[in-house]
Each structure stands twice: as C-alpha cells, then as structure tokens.
C-alpha cells in the first residue's frame, strides 16, 4: 500500500548561514553604527537585541531577508513578544517551529479525510504524519491539494514509497 509522510522541518544550517550573513550586514550598516544591535542564533530560537523598536523591526527585516534567499521558509518563524531590556533597549525572541503538533496534525488530517478521496487515511505519527492509500494517484493529488492550502507551518513530503 502506497504511503508518504508529512513533515514540517527546517535546515538548520541554512538558518545558521543566515544569521551569520545577517549579523555580518549589521556590523557594517551605518544605520546599526552604536545600537549594539545582534543576533544571537539559540537551539530552536534566534534573539534580536536592540536600542529600539525601530531598529527591531530593521534588524527583522535584515533577518527576514537573509533567510528568504537561504530558501528557509518564513512560516516556520514564530515571533515572541518585545520585551524591555536594560538602558532603554528592547528583546525579541523568535521561535523556530519545527515538527507539526498536534493540533496542526489533526486540522491537516481533517483536511486530507475531506478530500473525500477512497481509500486514503492518516495516522498521526510523533511529530509528523502518515498518510495512506490504495492508489499512487490518489496520494499525488493529496499532495497536490496540501501544497495549495495554507496550515500557517512549512509542509515537506517525504518518504513516498509504492
């Protein structure tokens, strides 16, 4: 039986490259000259640290932009509050969102049972899921219809096997 798993991942490394280009430009853009602006890349976060809300939203920009040609996608990037830090300067945290909860695998299975197609199912496997069915064409178009709609999370297909 035909089968193929949805996941949601992000190249870790290419969001690495990505922060090191990003906090290279700030180093060398006048308008970054004594904000002590940076970007600190974490395990599954990246913290923007800056004098103000204006240059916040300059330096997610410069950030936003490095990871658009690094072909990660900007769904995967979930942004936490601005906080205040010390001598006027503000924080943000941004969360790297990696595998499909719960939720999101449910909605994504309610999607793909909608479909109405015969014979195709899910399982909810960990962070990922599985989905089968009796006939090759049949997963195709689910594959299809999970690239036109839209979950809020960056979908990959893997593991297609006959």
């Not at 969001?15 to 700030?26: F, I, L, S």
């Not at 990037?77 to 719960?102: F, M």
């Not at 962070?127 to 709609?149: F, N, Y």
């Amino acid at each position: 039986m035909p089968t193929f798993d949805v996941v949601s991942e992000v190249d870790l490394q290419e969001v690495r490259n990505a922060v090191d280009q990003a906090r290279r430009e700030v180093g060398t853009r006048f308008d970054f000259k004594g904000t002590d602006s940076t970007i600190e890349l974490g395990d599954k976060s990246i913290d923007l640290h800056t004098a103000s809300e204006d240059r916040l939203r300059a330096l997610t920009q410069v950030l936003e932009e490095k990871l658009v040609k690094r072909k990660v996608s900007l769904k995967a990037l979930s942004y936490g509050k601005i906080e205040e830090a010390a001598k006027g300067a503000v924080r943000q945290t941004v969360t790297l969102n990696v595998g499909i909860s719960d939720e999101k695998a449910r909605e994504i299975g309610k999607f793909v049972k909608g479909l109405g197609l015969k014979g195709v199912g899910h399982q909810v496997q960990g962070d990922q899921l599985r989905v089968q069915g009796k006939k090759r064409d049949d997963l195709q178009a689910v594959i299809a219809k999970l690239r036109e709609s839209d979950f809020g999370i960056p979908l990959q297909f893997t593991n297609f096997r006959d």
